[in-house]
């Protein structure tokens, strides 16, 4: 018969489960994203901390796109960290915003209608972009509305 030992206190927490996840033993973020990435828990775990974790290796990107001096490739590699951040924070509204949102209405509608006279890669490229930036003034708005709702 094997007797088992208790562990020494000093091994021990007392039997109080760890604080560091209220009450678990793993990140709950790291287990969320491990379903969407695919991954175990406690990779997900390690792509978050660390001197390799994807914020550390995102600046080293940033940092090299920089240097290289491809500031487009840049742009639209930080666009999504962008948005998340701007989702954490919503804009104040203000009638700047609502002014800054009709701007880009009436531009986008103008290159729709220069799209329609004459369907060049180049009014397609206008109507893209002025598209683009309506969507992310109007998604903009949209967050400071519905940020205003929100009871303080």
């Known amino acids: 018969m094997t007797a088992t030992m208790p562990r020494p206190l000093a091994l021990s927490n007392g039997g109080i489960r760890s604080a560091r996840w209220l009450g678990g033993k793993s990140d709950p973020i790291a287990r969320a994203l491990a379903i969407r990435w695919g991954l175990t828990p406690k990779s997900a775990e390690h792509l978050l901390s660390g001197p390799q974790s994807v914020f550390h290796r995102a600046a080293q990107a940033i940092a090299e796109f920089r240097r290289q001096g491809a500031h487009a490739r840049l742009v639209h590699a930080v ?8 989702e954490a924070t919503p804009p104040a509204l203000t009638v700047e915003l609502c002014a800054e949102v009709a701007r880009a209405g009436a531009q986008e509608h103008e290159a729709v209608l220069r799209l329609l006279a004459d369907m060049t890669a ?14 992310a003034a109007a998604q903009k708005l949209l967050r400071a509305v519905t940020a205003s709702l929100e009871p303080a």
Request: one cysteine or more.
């Open 79 to 86: 666009a999504p960290i962008d948005a998340a951040l701007a």
């Open 122 to 135: 180049d009014h397609k490229k206008a109507a893209c972009s002025r598209l683009e930036r309506e969507i």
